[in-house]
């Protein structure tokens, strides 16, 4: 089977502009590739689709394991493309342990939604490091912007510090609960809690739902004493059932409401510049690491001054020390 050419930075903006599948899936992978071949063609790709970035609402989704966010982000999506949106969905996806490869599940478990012609579905490894959470899901979220998308819902692996990367990224930050979830989570809750500007209680149906009620009216309380996520925003709290589709138009309510009065005040604004700064000095530190990395000098004596420090007779001060001087030279 013959290799794929090649294309042009102008084919590939022209086909991202207007709407081609088939070269945004290629422009993403692009982006997303740590090939020194392809990053100055992607970069360059990005500086020219700049202009037409910028005009979605930024959604990042959480919660806690079996939260239910994937059936969520599916009900959603396609109340989404039925109002007219366009809909692109980024799940940050957890790479494999063992292979390093990604799992890629998220179109399997999103059926319905992976259907909708209005709608783009792109599983995003996370390769393990919060580095490459923050460039490639930024960087594909901007190619979506402008391929037209005007939702972008990033969903996160909802484990340690990927919250944090995806709230610097996105506008409104939802955290996705279920009542009764137990006291080993609670650390989790308070944790992201803080970055949240809705939390859902998801799972409102059946039995289930004076508990989520009850739910509710707890983390209502727990707000209280957290400081606003965003100036001028009050979190909110309500339920939903992602299996039934109840509430989940008045979560999408509350998103709309959020960039309207946020947008008002120009707290909105003020985010997104504070976040491309944020972005900036994020890739300064991730080429400074690969940088020294790849540094040939560093990769030599490196396994010496690691056994140096494992063994006890190098202090960990000193052997950086030692490596920044090697670098430098």
Known sequence: MPARRNLTVEEYVEGVVGGDRTILGRAITLVESNAREHQQTAQEVLKRLLPKTGGSIRVGITGVPGAGKSTFIEE????????????????????????????????????????????????????????????????????????????????????????????????????????GAGDELQGIKRGVMELADGLLINKADGDNVKRAEVARTDFEQALHYLMPATPGWTATVRTCSALTGEGVAEAWEAVEEFRRVVGDSGALEERRKVQTIDWLH????????????????????????????????????????????????
């Open 76 to 179: 959603l999506g396609c109340l989404l493309t039925e109002q007219g949106r366009k809909v692109a969905v980024l799940a940050i996806d957890p790479s494999s342990q063992l292979t390093r490869g990604s799992i890629l599940g998220d179109k399997t478990r999103m059926e319905r939604l992976a259907r909708e012609p209005s709608c783009f579905i792109r599983p995003s490894p996370s390769g393990g490091t919060l580095g490459g959470v923050a460039r490639k899901s930024r960087e594909t979220m901007l190619v979506c912007e402008a391929a037209g998308f005007d939702v972008v819902l990033i969903e996160t692996v909802g484990v340690g510090q990927s919250e944090v990367a995806v709230r610097a990224m996105v506008d409104f930050f939802m955290l996705l609960m279920i009542a």
């Open 282 to 329: 994020s890739m300064i530190a991730e080429h400074l690491e690969t940088s020294f990395r790849e540094h040939a000098d560093v990769a030599a004596a490196l396994p010496d001054i690691e056994r140096a420090v494992a063994s006890g007779d190098l202090p960990a001060t000193a052997a950086v020390d030692r490596l920044l001087k090697i670098f430098e030279a």
